[in-house]
């Protein structure tokens, strides 16, 4: 009686193919920041809503007095405005958020990014329809 080898080399090969082919379409994105990059990317939007402030005929130490008053309450502030920017699921512009902030610290209007309400006030001025995507990634960045 001769014994049927099911497994063979070829058929380990195969399956060790085929699984190593599929991996990458299971796979999640994973957002890893940096605290530099992260320190960064806030001293940026700062200087940019300063610079837009006084663009548009600010004083300079108004301008830079309503830039830091616009999170006054926010935590996490850097870890979320990094992934405000960088959301793929959102897909706003730099340009866009940090002229949308501008707005909000022109007219005193405090961005408070813990509240989901506030959040997805400032996204709808950026792009008014959301849809349930947008909505859940606003969720996960208020709960950075």
Known sequence: MEKISILTKRSVFLIFL????????FASTVYIYSASERQQEISITHKDIQDLLISKGLEKSIAVKKSHTLFKNSQNINLKLSHLCKNPDLG????????????????????????????V?????????LNQRQLGAIKEIVKL
Do not use: H, M, T, W
């Open 18 to 25: 085929a699984s190593s082919a599929a991996n990458p379409l």
């Open 92 to 119: 706003l512009q730099r340009g866009k958020i940090i002229k949308a902030f501008a707005q909000y610290a022109l007219f005193n209007k405090e961005c408070d990014l813990n509240s989901y309400d506030s959040l």
């Open 121 to 129: 006030g400032l996204v709808q001025s950026i792009s008014p329809n």
